[in-house]
T-cell receptor, first 113, second 109 residues
């Protein structure tokens, strides 16, 4: 069982609001990831981090930002939410070697009205 | 992503075997994974296989890898109603995981 947590699980918010999606893991993993997944669709990597103070943009362009001040914490922030941001956001973490297996949190379902 | 392809749907009768297929394009993939996603939940790692292996078995799950054809399959023996979910194939390449679009498996009584 992976120890990776996301809050909130569900969020309904109005356009223009600033939101932060939280992700924490207690496994001491250096690598953490954020994926965006629309219903019934594949996952798209939007941000990743290989350690403290390291953040990179993923394959899918996103208006969100991330920070990695502590190993266990990788929050994602949207400065001004829009309806196009409605989606499910999945956080994951992985150890380095040998198999780079990623463990996923339960996800946050975001609905922007 | 576009480099990993899966059939979108599979319907199977309870007690039968399910076979989910996946093809990938990058021959430098080192690890290949199968994840399961139940409604409203995150992804749960089912199993993975290293690229120098042909087969891996774990209880009801059997993974077959054909490197020549870049084909990966997941066989679920004695499929149960609790196996109804979306199954994602993923390859590890260029220091990232690339996912397929997922196969929705429906188990009927």
């Amino acid at each position: 069982e992976a120890d990776i947590y996301q809050t909130p699980r569900y969020l309904v918010i109005g356009t223009g609001k600033k939101i932060t999606l939280e992700c924490s893991q207690t496994m001491g993993h250096d690598k953490m990831y954020w994926y965006q997944q629309d219903p019934g669709m594949e996952l798209h990597l939007i941000h990743y981090s290989y350690g403290v103070n390291s953040t990179e943009k993923g394959d899918l362009s996103s208006e969100s930002t991330v920070s990695r001040i502590r190993t266990e914490h990788f929050p994602l922030t949207l400065e001004s939410a829009r309806p196009s941001h409605t989606s499910q956001y999945l956080c994951a973490s992985s150890a380095d070697r040998p198999q780079e297996t990623q463990y996923f949190g339960p996800g946050t379902r975001l609905l922007v009205l | 992503g576009e480099d990993v392809e899966q059939s979108l749907f599979l319907s199977v009768r309870e007690g039968d075997s399910s076979v989910i297929n996946c093809t990938y394009t990058d021959s430098s993939s080192t690890y290949l994974y199968w994840y399961k996603q139940e409604p409203g939940a995150g992804l749960q790692l089912l199993t993975y296989i290293f690229s120098n292996m042909d087969m891996k078995q774990d209880q009801r799950l059997t993974v077959l890898l054909n490197k020549k054809d870049k084909h990966l399959s997941l066989r679920i023996a004695d499929t149960q109603t609790g196996d109804s979910a979306i199954y994602f194939c993923a390859e590890w390449v260029d220091y990232k995981l690339s996912f397929g679009a997922g196969t929705t498996v429906t188990v009927r009584a």
